[in-house]
């Protein structure tokens, strides 16, 4: 499948290439002119331009920061750390002001960290912001290794030793599993770079409370259904050829018939906007789509270890999961503050699938523990978009603030 799959995306790449070329030359010549004809050949070479996929991490470009006391400034993007599967990226606004450290653990299901551009947009106006940015498995060579759910793990423990004690770590839909094992081990070790707090947003924790379509379809076939029918093995032309994964492609179709109307309708949207010399409008669609179908691989591994592990046999609120054959065990943690936060519309992870980690971090105080569930947003608007900025985060940044005093 996989093979099929990039003979027809070499040569639909090419055809866009050359759109895409023209659509520049005539945009040069024609450059300053408004008018309808030229807005609907805009229009229709856009629509060519995004039907296709691409591999490779967007830029971030974060924006200009401003704080609340109205003072802007100019955010810095590094490099700090990096290993064979993930780069350690910093984002931190240009002061001399030491900020609290938060550790955002981007999911890796599909989509690069960028998908999270507008979290780190506003968690960097009050803190030193680092984001796991996952590398595409397919472009890793398979000497580097195998990598599987311990290994993700393991990445979010290197990150935090990295960065040091009193780190806040945030996992937002898929990580919020990982983070809590990572909290746990090294609160059993009584490690110094334990996190000073733990913010799980949109989680999976118990799949079992209010399960969503999405967590039906993962119950609906065996595990080795999954393992036949979804895991293919990377082409020769590429890195890492011969890793077994689950490959991006089939987990963009997947989300994209999940709301087919939807998409169709935006792409409607786009050509009609275009057309109508709605600009601003059209970029934004446009941006979102080119962001959406940038898309990675995830390793085989890890892909058949998630769905075994978290969605069929809910090891975690069992008491049943283990890290390199060692009991995890949640109630071991006991001075790292806890905020889960949900929406009330998400139809990926269902309310009181997060709020379930309260129960399983039993040693941590009441007074330490925090939940919020927020009306009016599903599943990607518990992380971005307005109500994120403004209602949202200030629950964080208040619970942060609150712990660096």
Same mark, same amino acid.
């Given at each position: 499948m996989y093979q099929n799959y990039q003979t027809l995306a070499n040569a639909n790449d090419s055809f866009r290439f050359m759109a895409n070329a023209f659509h520049l030359f005539v945009h040069d010549m024609f450059k300053g002119i408004e008018n309808p004809f030229l807005n609907k050949f805009h229009a229709y070479q856009e629509q060519i331009d995004l039907m296709g996929l691409t591999h490779k991490r967007p830029a971030f470009d974060l924006e200009v920061v401003t704080d609340s006391s109205g003072e802007s400034f100019d955010v810095q993007e590094e490099l700090v750390h990096q290993t064979a599967f993930c780069h350690l990226v910093r984002f931190k606004k240009k002061t001399k002001d030491n900020l609290p450290k938060v550790l955002l653990v981007a999911p890796m299901s599909g989509h690069f960290a960028t998908l999270l551009r507008g979290t780190v947009q506003v968690l960097v106006q009050d803190h030193e912001v680092y984001i796991t940015d996952w590398l595409n498995i397919r472009d890793i060579p398979k000497s580097k290794g195998e990598f599987d759910f311990d290994s993700y793990i393991d990445e979010i423990m290197i990150a935090l030793r990295f960065i040091g004690p009193k780190t806040h770590l945030m996992g937002i839909c898929q990580p919020t599993v990982a983070c809590l094992v990572a909290t746990s081990l090294l609160a059993e070790d009584a490690d110094p770079c334990v996190p000073s707090s733990l913010t799980l947003m949109a989680g999976p924790i118990d799949t079992r409370v209010n399960p969503t379509a999405?967590? $039906?379809? !993962?119950?609906?076939?065996?595990?080795?259904?999954? @393992?036949?029918?979804? *895991?293919?093995?990377?082409? /020769?032309? +590429?890195?890492?050829?011969?890793?077994?994964?689950?490959?991006?492609?089939?987990?963009?179709?997947?989300?994209?018939?999940?709301?087919?109307?939807?998409?169709?309708?935006?792409?409607?949207?786009?050509?009609?906007?275009?057309?109508?010399?709605?600009? $601003?409008? !059209?970029?934004?669609?446009?941006?979102?789509?080119? @962001?959406?179908?940038? *898309?990675?691989?995830?390793? /085989?591994? +890890?892909?058949?270890?998630?769905?075994?592990?978290?969605?069929?046999?809910?090891?975690?609120?069992?008491?049943?999961?283990?890290?390199?054959?060692?009991?995890?065990?949640?109630?071991?943690?006991?001075?790292?503050?806890?905020?889960?936060?949900?929406?009330?519309?998400?139809?990926?992870?269902?309310?009181?699938?997060?709020?379930?980690?309260?129960?399983?971090?039993?040693?941590?105080?009441?007074?330490?523990?925090?939940?919020?569930?927020?009306?009016?947003?599903?599943?990607?608007?518990?992380?971005?978009?307005?109500?994120?900025?403004?209602q949202i985060y200030p629950v964080i940044r208040s619970i942060i603030q609150s712990i660096q005093h």
């Amino acid at each position: 499948m996989y093979q099929n799959y990039q003979t027809l995306a070499n040569a639909n790449d090419s055809f866009r290439f050359m759109a895409n070329a023209f659509h520049l030359f005539v945009h040069d010549m024609f450059k300053g002119i408004e008018n309808p004809f030229l807005n609907k050949f805009h229009a229709y070479q856009e629509q060519i331009d995004l039907m296709g996929l691409t591999h490779k991490r967007p830029a971030f470009d974060l924006e200009v920061v401003t704080d609340s006391s109205g003072e802007s400034f100019d955010v810095q993007e590094e490099l700090v750390h990096q290993t064979a599967f993930c780069h350690l990226v910093r984002f931190k606004k240009k002061t001399k002001d030491n900020l609290p450290k938060v550790l955002l653990v981007a999911p890796m299901s599909g989509h690069f960290a960028t998908l999270l551009r507008g979290t780190v947009q506003v968690l960097v106006q009050d803190h030193e912001v680092y984001i796991t940015d996952w590398l595409n498995i397919r472009d890793i060579p398979k000497s580097k290794g195998e990598f599987d759910f311990d290994s993700y793990i393991d990445e979010i423990m290197i990150a935090l030793r990295f960065i040091g004690p009193k780190t806040h770590l945030m996992g937002i839909c898929q990580p919020t599993v990982a983070c809590l094992v990572a909290t746990s081990l090294l609160a059993e070790d009584a490690d110094p770079c334990v996190p000073s707090s733990l913010t799980l947003m949109a989680g999976p924790i118990d799949t079992r409370v209010n399960p969503t379509a999405v967590n $039906e379809l !993962a119950n609906s076939k065996p595990f080795e259904w999954f @393992e036949k029918n979804l *895991i293919n093995v990377v082409p /020769g032309q +590429f890195a890492g050829a011969g890793r077994r994964v689950y490959p991006g492609f089939i987990q963009l179709s997947a989300f994209m018939n999940m709301n087919l109307e939807r998409h169709k309708q935006s792409f409607k949207d786009l050509f009609k906007f275009r057309t109508e010399g709605l600009h $601003e409008k !059209a970029d934004q669609i446009r941006d979102f789509y080119k @962001e959406y179908f940038a *898309i990675m691989d995830l390793s /085989g591994a +890890f892909y058949l270890e998630t769905i075994d592990k978290v969605f069929q046999t809910h090891q975690l609120p069992k008491g049943e999961l283990t890290y390199r054959g060692r009991l995890v065990r949640p109630d071991a943690i006991k001075k790292t503050f806890l905020t889960t936060i949900e929406g009330d519309r998400d139809d990926i992870c269902g309310v009181g699938q997060t709020l379930a980690a309260h129960d399983l971090c039993s040693g941590i105080p009441m007074y330490m523990k925090t939940h919020h569930l927020q009306a009016g947003v599903g599943h990607y608007g518990v992380f971005s978009g307005r109500k994120w900025a403004g209602q949202i985060y200030p629950v964080i940044r208040s619970i942060i603030q609150s712990i660096q005093h």
